[in-house]
T-cell receptor
Framework: KAGVTQTPRYLIKTRGQQVTLSCSPI?????VSWYQQTPGQGLQFLFE???????NKGNFPGRFSGRQFSNSRSEMNVSTLELGDSALYLC????????????????FGPGTRLTVT | AQSVAQPEDQVNVAEGNPLTVKCTYS??????LFWYVQYPNRGLQFLLK??????LVKGSYGFEAEFNKSQTSFHLKKPSALVSDSALYFC????????????????FGTGTRLLVSP
């Protein structure tokens, strides 16, 4: 099976612009989660989508948003970019389930390196 | 809230020697624990997980982890380190939320850099 793919791999934007990142999960995986990785804050959870619905959201401002399509592909959007948004954005997919405690592991893509200047 | 701690920023070991990367956890309820590895400019690769059952969990690339409930630890181990094991290792715990059991969210430790010298 193909792994999780993310596009683009690298992105340079200027402050105030907006950006959209894309993630294609492993075939059959319905859960897609997004994480931000920075040297200062480490790995932080942004949000998770399952069957086109956001199930949970991390502690990020409303400038960060996402969505999931019927084929489980997901996009995240950051509006009005700030210098502090420079980070590696990681997408992860999982089999998960609609309810009950899920023990499934998440599989990560290679990430999108966003640089805001 | 669920959390994990990785007390060592860096671990140095000589090739061929056993390695241990430490992780302690704090959870309410039963812990779902994971180890991931990250190579430079790459995403995270899943190594192994503990859900229930045997306290010794075997994973990818010869790694294993020992779950210890009394010490609330989940240390990553390998009997004989390779130079190619040099990377950043993350311990993680699955977060849970009252009344919302299905969602997937991992809470990560700060990471431990493993350096294996030839």
């Amino acid at each position: 099976k193909a792994g999780v793919t993310q596009t683009p791999r690298y992105l340079i934007k200027t402050r105030g612009q907006q950006v959209t990142l894309s993630c294609s999960p492993i075939s059959g995986h319905r859960s897609v989660s997004w994480y931000q990785q920075t040297p200062g804050q480490g790995l932080q959870f942004l949000f998770e989508y399952f069957s086109e619905t956001q199930r949970n959201k991390g502690n990020f401002p409303g400038r960060f948003s996402g969505r999931q399509f019927s084929n489980s592909r997901s996009e995240m959007n950051v509006s009005t970019l700030e210098l502090g948004d420079s980070a590696l954005y990681l997408c992860a997919s999982s089999l998960s389930s609609s309810g009950g405690y899920s023990s499934y592991e998440q599989y990560f893509g290679p990430g999108t390196r966003l640089t805001v200047t | 809230a669920q959390s994990v701690a990785q007390p060592e920023d860096q671990v140095n070991v000589a090739e061929g020697n056993p390695l241990t990367v430490k992780c302690t956890y704090s959870v309410s309820g039963n812990p779902y624990l994971f180890w991931y590895v990250q190579y430079p400019n790459r995403g995270l690769q899943f190594l192994l997980k503990y859900i229930t059952g045997d306290n010794l969990v075997k994973g990818s690339y010869g790694f294993e982890a020992e779950f210890n409930k009394s010490q609330t630890s989940f240390h990553l181990k390998k009997p004989s380190a390779l130079v190619s094991d040099s990377a950043l290792y993350f311990c993680a715990v699955r977060d849970v939320e009252q009344g919302n059991t299905g969602f997937q969210k991992l809470v990560f430790g700060t990471g431990t850099r493993l350096l294996v010298s030839p």
